[in-house]
């Protein structure tokens, strides 16, 4: 989208296309030809017509991640994708500002400006950049139009002296960063700026793939999971960090938070393999990814069922935010003909498979397994002290 037109949509006109596009989405969501077909109707302009149909729909996207502030927001498909939502920007903002009360950040490569606006709703002193003018107009108008102060402008971030700031943050843009894989080509602005901005005060967003010896000494990493998934990893520098991996799990019902403190000594409750109890918890992939695994287990009292599979197992049954719980109902033959004879007789018809640590395909599997009946189960495939083992177990 051109600036022009972005300036166009704000105004009074504009607002009424936007307007009439979102009832167009609103009532033929499924019919991209339709809504357009609707939109032209009213405005024969094809630049603004197209401009209110890609807006409209955009922001019907963005509400899973800003909620109801979306519908009176501004993206751009790309910058949406690469926003960070409100809930993890928010948890972050919110650290900022214990860490600097009062104090001021600047957001360098800040988009349409998803944690610029949690920093500026923190009561940070709030500044942007980007390289991208639209983005910088879209951030712009997204503080207005939320009613919060801040400023932004153009400019490139490995140019910009942050000396008069209280903190930097940056959140580069990443080449298929965000699978499995870390790699640290390819991004904007570029890694080994990344590091040299961690030597200062500053926060860096990354993906959470990164591994932990690419966490550079003396910086915290925190990985942040919403709704039970992993959404980023975040590198607080030296000046900002209070330990070395944290694991933040955000839910519906608040926000829990668990570092390498409290992962048990060799010896200690948690920290050793032990035989299945009557419960299995499966962790937080954000404790999986700060390796904090034995930190549910000394939680939940347990022990791991092997030193390399991120299941941990207990006597009780123990609510924590950090794993979801089981109740182990019965072992089952782990080799496939008796496994399937056993899930017949229990007229099993539907079936989650879990697994970690075994080389099954689930979809595969359940083919095979040629399931009939009723019941329903959940049946966990893992690796208990090196030997393949086969598990029903029950939410709860
Ligand atoms: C991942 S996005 C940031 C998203 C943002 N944190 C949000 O929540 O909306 C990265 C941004 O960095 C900007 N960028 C990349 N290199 C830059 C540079 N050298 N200077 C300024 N901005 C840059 C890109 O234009 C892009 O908007």
């Not at 709703?121 to 102060?149: C, F, K, T």
Request: proline share 6%.
């Amino acid at each position: 989208m051109e600036i022009e037109t972005l300036a166009w949509l704000r105004t009074t006109e504009g607002g009424r296309l936007l307007a009439h596009a979102e009832q167009a989405w609103a009532e033929h969501a499924g019919d991209p030809v339709r809504v357009a077909g609707a939109v032209r109707r009213v405005e024969p302009d094809p630049e603004k017509a197209a401009a209110a149909t890609t807006q409209a729909q955009l922001r019907a996207k963005a509400v899973a991640k800003f909620g109801d502030a979306a519908r009176l927001m501004f993206f751009t498909p790309d910058a949406l994708e690469q926003a960070t939502r409100t809930r993890v920007a928010d948890h972050r903002a919110a650290r900022l500002a214990a860490a600097v009360p009062g104090g001021s950040v600047l957001d360098l490569g800040c988009g349409i400006g998803g944690d610029l606006l949690a920093f500026a709703r923190a009561g940070l002193v709030s500044a942007g950049i980007d390289l991208d003018p639209v983005r910088v107009a879209m951030a712009r108008a997204n503080l207005e139009v939320l009613g919060l102060p801040g400023a932004v402008q153009v400019g490139d971030a490995t140019s910009v002296d942050v000396r008069g700031f209280d903190a930097a943050f940056a959140d580069p843009a990443r080449r298929g960063g965000r699978g499995r894989v870390f790699d640290v080509e390819g991004w904007t602005p570029p890694w080994p700026w990344v590091l040299d901005l961690l030597t200062g005060r500053s926060l860096v967003k990354v993906a959470p793939g990164i591994g932990h010896d690419l966490v550079p000494a003396g910086c915290e990493a925190e990985w942040v999971s919403d709704g039970g998934d992993v959404k980023e990893a975040v590198l607080w520098s030296r000046s900002l960090s209070t330990t070395h991996r944290r694991a933040t799990v955000i839910a519906d019902h608040g926000l829990a938070t668990l570092t390498e403190d409290d992962a048990p000594p060799p010896g200690a409750v948690g920290a050793d393999v032990r035989d299945v109890g009557a419960y299995l918890y499966e962790p937080d992939g954000a404790v999986i990814r700060a390796g904090l695994v034995t930190a549910v287990a000394a939680g939940v009292e347990g022990g791991l069922v092997d030193p390399h599979i991120a299941y941990v197992t207990s006597d009780q049954a123990f609510r924590t935010p950090f794993a979801r719980g089981y109740r182990v109902v019965e072992h089952l033959p782990y080799r496939e003909k008796q496994l399937k004879a056993a899930l017949h007789e229990r007229r099993i018809g539907r079936l989650t498979i879990k697994k970690r640590g075994v080389q099954v395909v689930p979809e595969e599997l359940r083919k095979r397994l040629a399931l009939k009946g009723d019941e329903e189960a959940t049946l966990v495939l893992t690796r208990v002290a090196g030997h393949g083992t086969a598990l029903l177990v029950e939410p709860f």
